[in-house]
T-cell receptor
Framework: GQQLNQSPQSMFIQEGEDVSMNCTSSSIFNTWLWYKQDPGEGPVLLIALYKAGELTSNGRLTAQFGITRKDSFLNISASIPSDVGIYFCAGTDAGNNRKLIWGLGTSLAVNP | GAGVSQSPSNKVTEKGKDVELRCDPISGHTALYWYRQSLGQGLEFLIYFQGNSAPDKSGLPSDRFSAERTGGSVSTLTIQRTQQEDSAVYLC?????????????FGEGSRLTVL
């Protein structure tokens, strides 16, 4: 099925560094979402975006809905060890609002 | 509890056996999803229930997989004649409304190992 192109696939950074990851789609999306999955847990919603150009922050996290409606990024500032996990982007295609399309995830490791 | 509850958390079975995985969604959530996540992979959509509408079964990988949702609440995912490639974490999620908002709440998953 359709998938989002999420990059990078993995990142290994030092505590305190900023992180950026992004997702692109081949079609126009109505919604962009960013989830985080800790080991042994289900994904948890971090940020939801509903309008092209929308820029939303949640603490040290900032995400944007690209103006082309085909991309989104997530930034994490001043990373800390508990930021470790897998970050997934997801979205709803404008042609099918009922089904979420998922990226394959970005695995983040933080060296204290 | 207030979250999505899944059971069992871990299941080890022999090839060829049937398994049932249960999901208790958040009370009042009308939408319920099943996903499969293989080791190190993303989320593979399996099936979606929305209220009393016919479920979207387009993600079920074979006719060995089926799911039902009774009374608009609890859901059971059944895998018949399990194969080793069925080994994965099966995640259930619920949503207050139709998927348009995309704000799904996930359970912790049921890890299935087929020997």
């Amino acid at each position: 099925g359709q998938q989002l192109n999420q990059s990078p696939q993995s990142m290994f950074i030092q505590e305190g560094e900023d992180v950026s990851m992004n997702c692109t789609s081949s079609s126009i999306f109505n919604t962009w979402l960013w989830y985080k999955q800790d080991p042994g847990e289900g994904p948890v919603l971090l940020i939801a975006l509903y309008k092209a150009g929308e820029l939303t922050s949640n603490g040290r996290l900032t995400a944007q809905f690209g103006i082309t409606r085909k991309d989104s990024f997530l930034n994490i500032s001043a990373s800390i060890p508990s930021d470790v996990g897998i970050y997934f982007c997801a979205g709803t295609d404008a042609g099918n609002n009922r089904k979420l399309i998922w990226g394959l995830g970005t695995s983040l490791a933080v060296n204290p | 509890g207030a979250g999505v509850s899944q059971s069992p958390s871990n299941k080890v079975t022999e090839k060829g056996k049937d398994v049932e995985l249960r999901c208790d969604p958040i009370s009042g959530h009308t939408a319920l999803y099943w996903y499969r996540q293989s080791l190190g992979q993303g989320l593979e959509f399996l099936i979606y229930f929305q209220g009393n509408s016919a479920p979207d079964k387009s993600g079920l990988p074979s006719d060995r997989f089926s799911a039902e949702r009774t009374g608009g609440s609890v859901s059971t995912l059944t895998i018949q004649r399990t194969q080793q490639e069925d080994s994965a974490v099966y995640l259930c999620a619920s949503s207050l409304t139709q998927a348009g908002t995309g704000e799904l709440f996930f359970g912790e998953g049921s890890r299935l190992t087929v020997l």
